[in-house]
Every structure is written in structure tokens, then in C-alpha cells.
């Protein structure tokens, strides 16, 4: 499945997404948004599309400050809020143009939380790695 095959991938995204909510505990939102912030799929309680348009331009900012300080690419971004957590991924390989954000409770574990947004970012790239162009 090509990037471009929107409907594929958008049901791959809503599929990972929704395990993503199953495994982690206080999930409260989830999205895979373009870069540009253009919204693939979303899961909880804030449909609001800006904040996926928010991540993808925070994740274009840091990959920019990464790039300048020459330590390659931004992989993750991580938020600290007194109401919850906040993770935004690159996604890897095929999915490349993607990233990945999560919203949790405060509650929530900072390791859990980047280890089932890791799960769910490879498993769209798996997707999009399995499907023909």
C-alpha cells in the first residue's frame, strides 16, 4: 500500500490505532497525521484536527533543530503537562512522511506510553512495507 492509497492506509492507521488505546491505559487521544499535518486517522476523545496539524508541524520543527545540531533525525518528541503526556513519533522506513502522536493521563507510565506508540508506528510500517506500491 502505497503512502498515496488513502483509504488502505487510513484503515491501517485506525487499526493501530486502535490497539494502541487497548494496550495503554489512560489513552485519551491518538493520531497519524502527514508531516503537514494532513489527519490519516484518529482515535479518542479530541477528533480536533488541529492538533494533528500541531503535531506534524512540532515534529518538523524538531527534525529541523536535530538536523542543525547534525544528530541526524527526530525520532521522538515527548511532552510533560500537569494534566497528561503527550508522545509524537517519526514514523520509519515506507510510512516516513508520517508521525504518530498519543495523549495519556498523567498516570499514565512515560516508558509504557513510548513502548506502545513504538508497537503501533512499526506496525503501520509493516503495513505499508507489505502492500505493493
Known sequence: ???DNKPALAAAAKQALSRLAQNCPGLKWATVATKDGAEIASHGSSTDEKLSVMTG???ALADGIVGEAELGSCNDIILAAAKGRIVIQGLQGPASDLVLAAMTTPQTSLGLLLNCC???SK???AALEKQPA
Open 57 to 59: 508541524t512540532m515534529h
Open 123 to 125: 506496525e503501520i510500517s
Open 1 to 3: 500500500m502505497a503512502i
Open 118 to 120: 513504538s508497537t503501533a
